[in-house]
């Protein structure tokens, strides 16, 4: 079974920087498109940013210019590198696979929509 563990949430003022890292583990062959997602109090889960597997991103309009998404394919790793960081930002970050291919007992195997247990940020002066 893939498991994704996040790092490197926390608290921080305004215009502040903070980098997220979520690694996949498990019998992974592959996996295509990551991403990072977040949800606020009282509020739902929303996309901030994707990359899928060449490197093609995609973001939220309101972190475009601010945050940066990566990933390093030989180690299953996503980053989310998070600048000017507003107050706005605070949110519990989820990062996300859509479809990873696993090999084990001989076969490939599939796993979807995968979940991370989810960082803490907190953004506040």
């Known amino acids: 079974q893939v498991q994704l563990v996040e790092s490197g949430g926390g608290s921080v003022q305004p215009g502040g920087s903070l980098r997220l890292s979520c690694a996949a583990s498990?019998?992974?062959?592959?996996?295509?498109?990551m991403d990072w997602y977040r949800q606020a109090p009282g509020k739902e889960r929303e996309s901030v940013a994707s990359?899928?597997?060449?490197?093609?991103?995609k973001y939220l309009d309101s972190v475009k210019g601010r945050f940066s998404i990566s990933r390093d394919n030989g180690k299953n790793t996503v980053y989310l590198q998070m600048n000017s960081l507003k107050p706005e930002d605070t949110a519990v970050y989820y990062c996300?696979?859509?479809?990873?291919?696993?090999?084990?007992?001989?076969?490939?195997?599939?796993?979807?929509?995968?979940w991370g247990q989810g960082t803490q940020v907190t953004v506040s002066s």
């Open positions: 996300n696979v859509d479809r990873v291919i696993t090999w084990y007992n001989g076969g490939f195997h599939h796993e979807n929509d995968v």
């Open positions: 498990g019998r992974i062959f592959s996996i295509n498109a």
């Open positions: 990359i899928t597997t060449d490197g093609s991103t």
